[in-house]
């Protein structure tokens, strides 16, 4: 079985901000997190909109902290702003498939068809911090090319210490199974990433030559899955989870944007729970946070906690 720091909750956009890492860190507190990305452009120029630009990560444990982004200089200079902000390594998305991350903007998964422009990224934001770089990409752009390997050559002689793979193409998004390669003799060590639920993905990563594994869709509606595959109890006073889960979200996003926010976790939590569908149905049409506090309460049998 992997060490427990080879573990990695991956980076989920809209998902693993700071309050949903709190509920993780709950349950894992040695593992190590990835933020949700963060623009560059967003980052340097300080948008007052997007909290993440704030975030300060000095008591998140072993936390990395992604950013994308197609300007060589500006991705450099995002990279000083996190490291200063306390992240324990900065990571590059170079894998995002939504069309305006790599179609519009030219960056994500978009990086997997302009290795050079990939190559200079990452070299400049070595250059740039003291703390380790790493990389998140997938299989490649699509089936006709699959150049994964590459990257991986041109993230090793740029300097990059490790390289989280998804184990899917960018136009394969997020259908079919993911197919993870060998990735024995490889420069740098090599994450997992794509369809680990359980031990059994775990150690069939560890046998493909994999250093760790990354979770990410498991966690939806479940911040406790890294504990479960490495050997906790599920937890049963889920109510409570929710709960503090959403305390959280409000206080970090306010009540008019947390709310709506929150709406999916609701929806996550509950998913396999009898009534399921009528709670999520009467969930998305709450707009006040302490309608929804009671709907919750009423769903799983439990108070929140003054």
């Not at 998140?60 to 060589?72: H, L, P």
Request: with cysteine; glycine share 8%; aromatic share 8%.
């Amino acid at each position: 079985m992997l060490e427990k720091n080879s573990f990695f909750v991956a980076p989920l956009a809209g998902i693993t901000d700071r309050p949903f890492r709190t509920i993780v860190r709950d349950f894992s507190p040695d593992v190590s997190l990835v933020t949700e990305m963060i623009s560059c452009h967003s980052l340097v120029e300080q948008h007052k909109n997007c909290p993440r630009n704030f975030d300060n990560y000095g008591a998140e444990g072993n936390i990395g902290a992604q950013i994308f982004g197609a300007d060589v200089s500006l991705m450099a200079d995002a990279a000083r702003i996190l490291q200063d902000n306390g992240a324990k390594w900065v990571d590059i998305n170079m894998g995002c498939p939504v069309p305006k991350v790599a179609t519009r903007a030219g960056a994500g998964a978009y990086l997997m068809r302009d290795h050079k422009l990939a190559g200079d990224i990452m070299r400049a934001v070595v250059r740039a911090v003291e703390i380790p770089v790493s990389v998140k990409t997938r299989l490649g752009w699509d089936s006709e090319h699959m150049d994964w390997r590459e990257l991986v050559d041109i993230a090793a002689d740029a300097g990059v210490k490790f390289m989280a793979l998804h184990g899917r193409t960018r136009a394969a998004g997020y259908t079919g199974d993911a197919v993870h390669p060998d990735v024995h003799e490889l420069p740098i060590p090599i994450i997992a990433n794509g369809d680990i639920k359980d031990v059994s993905d775990v150690q069939a990563m560890e046998n493909l030559g994999y250093a760790g594994v990354m979770v990410g869709r498991a966690m939806l509606g479940a911040p406790w899955k890294l504990a479960e595959i490495m050997g906790q109890n599920a937890p049963q006073d889920i109510g409570r989870i929710v709960l503090r889960h959403l305390d959280l979200v409000l206080d970090y996003y306010g009540e008019r944007s947390g709310v709506p926010l929150f709406r999916k976790h609701a929806a996550w939590y509950s998913a396999g729970v009898p009534g399921a569908t009528a709670f999520r149905v009467a969930v998305n049409q709450i707009t006040d946070a302490q309608e929804l506090k009671d709907k919750i309460s009423e769903f799983w049998g439990c108070v929140a906690e003054i």
